[in-house]
């Protein structure tokens, strides 16, 4: 079966620089959803997107913004990289109609030099 | 969301079965009780869900009591790849919701 897809899986930047990362959920899922995961820590959710839409945010800094494509793909934008940013960032999708839980992909890493 | 209290870690044997309880006393009427595995630098997965009494599904079982204020996930002869950290969620049944994860119990399988 087909997972939701990240890219890319592995990322170095170093501090001020600007990062992309791209999410494609599972096809037919609406819903997208982004978490952060530092070293050692449980996953933060930052945002979630619902049919093209912003449909919550959570702890995510002004420095990043995200938005979901017309074909239901999403893309976290980063901007003025800080070392704590380093982190694994996941992507889930869900179909919201279906009821479904959400799944997730197996993750960014970004690391922040 | 509801809190839930979960131990912060367990360990076991190859083989053996292991009980995880979490606590959430102030779940609520419409609250579902969720479990997730995370393996080292892998997304989270869904293993279970229930509302009350018993699920079971080919990966584990989830036992809830009657007045709801604790859960326990049952994973039956364990094996080494079950070494992972499984979190407790409790919230409403809805796959638009945000999930809120606490601290989980990383658990340690031996051989």
């Known amino acids: 079966a087909a997972g939701v897809i990240q890219s890319p899986r592995h990322l170095i930047k170093e501090k001020r620089e600007t990062a992309t990362l791209k999410c494609y959920p599972i096809?037919?899922?609406?819903?997208v959803y982004w978490y952060q995961q530092g070293p050692g820590q449980d996953p933060q959710f930052l945002i979630s997107?619902?049919?093209?839409?912003?449909?919550d945010k959570g702890s995510i800094p002004d420095r990043f913004s995200a938005q979901q494509f017309s074909d239901y793909h999403s893309e976290l934008n980063m901007s003025s990289l800080e070392l704590g940013d380093s982190a694994l960032y996941f992507c889930?999708?869900?179909?919201?109609?279906?009821?479904?839980?959400?799944?997730f992909g197996p993750g960014t890493r970004l690391l922040v030099l | 969301l509801a809190k839930t209290t979960q131990p912060i870690s367990m360990d076991s044997y190859e083989g053996q079965e292991v009980n995880i309880t979490c606590s959430h006393n102030?779940?609520?009427?419409?609250?579902?009780i969720t479990w997730y595995q995370q393996f080292p630098s892998q997304g989270p997965r869904f293993i279970i869900q229930?509302?009350?009494t018993k699920v079971t599904n080919e990966v584990a079982s989830l036992f809830i009591p009657a007045d709801r204020k604790s859960s326990t996930l049952s994973l039956p002869r364990v094996s080494l790849s079950d070494t992972a950290v499984y979190y407790c969620?409790?919230?409403?049944?809805?796959?638009?919701?945000?999930?809120?994860f606490g601290s989980g119990t990383r658990l340690s399988i031996r051989p």
């Open positions: 889930a999708s869900s179909l919201v109609a279906g009821e479904e839980t959400q799944y």
């Open positions: 096809p037919r899922h609406d819903t």
């Open positions: 997107f619902y049919e093209k839409m912003q449909s």
């Open positions: 102030n779940i609520a009427t419409n609250d579902y």
């Open positions: 229930g509302y009350k």
């Open positions: 969620l409790v919230g409403p049944y809805s796959s638009a919701s945000k999930i809120i």
